[in-house]
T-cell receptor
């Protein structure tokens, strides 16, 4: 079946540091891949997505590239801010079902001044 | 435009009691999803409605859980009787079609004592 594996958190970084959160997946077919962000006390928000191999999703300085050969979709940001402190979820959507999202367990990020 | 609205935001109840969680999707969205988030299992899809009809309820844990969508602007998730292991954050999400971006509500944090 489909599954998503994220690096364990929490991740603590100083402001302006480089961020990488690893995500790998297992899926049949050709899934779409997503990163969602959850700020404290709020629901999940779509951060970026990629729908096919070699696509790069980007938003708010965050980037992730769909790597089919390594089944990965790592999230990166060149310079994090305190306001980026949140929980980040990697997810995939199966090309067969069309709607079901499989989420990773989330990675908590804390950015300190 | 208001996002997905969930109520209550927090619910504390005793084992054996009936719990009803409510969701108002974004106006015009015809797909609605209920998710459960726990530390152990992460985010799990419980049920998916399209045009008010349940399409996939394979994630509903057991008969104690039931969900309804009587009209396009309202859905409920009911647990009867509740058990301590039901303690979790329950999210509702909606989208303009099953395969489009899902917008999440702020969640209901349920504690069953």
């Amino acid at each position: 079946g489909n599954s998503v594996t994220q690096m364990e958190g929490p991740v603590t970084l100083s402001e302006e540091a480089f961020l990488t959160i690893n995500c790998t997946y297992t899926a049949t077919g050709y899934p779409s891949l997503f990163w969602y962000v959850q700020y404290p006390g709020e629901g999940l928000q779509l951060l970026l997505k990629a729908t096919k191999a070699d696509d790069k999703g980007s938003n708010k300085g965050f980037e992730a590239t769909y790597r089919k050969e390594t089944t990965s979709f790592h999230l990166e940001k060149g310079s994090v801010q305190v306001s980026d402190s949140a929980v980040y979820f990697c997810a995939l959507r199966d090309s067969n079902s069309g709607y079901a999202l499989n989420f990773g367990k989330g990675t908590s990020l804390l950015v300190t001044p | 435009d208001a996002g997905v609205i969930q109520s209550p935001r927090h619910e504390v109840t005793e084992m054996g009691q009936e719990v009803t969680l409510r969701c108002k999707p974004i106006s015009g969205h015809n797909s609605l999803f209920w998710y459960r988030q726990t530390m152990m299992r992460g985010l799990e899809l419980l049920i998916y409605f399209n045009n008010n009809v349940p399409i996939d309820d394979s994630g509903m844990p057991e008969d104690r859980f039931s969900a309804k969508m009587p009209n396009a602007s309202f859905s409920t998730l009911k647990i009867q009787p509740s058990e301590p292991r039901d303690s979790a954050v329950y999210f509702c999400a909606s989208s303009s079609a099953g395969f489009n971006e899902q917008f999440f509500g702020p969640g209901t944090r349920l504690t069953v004592l």
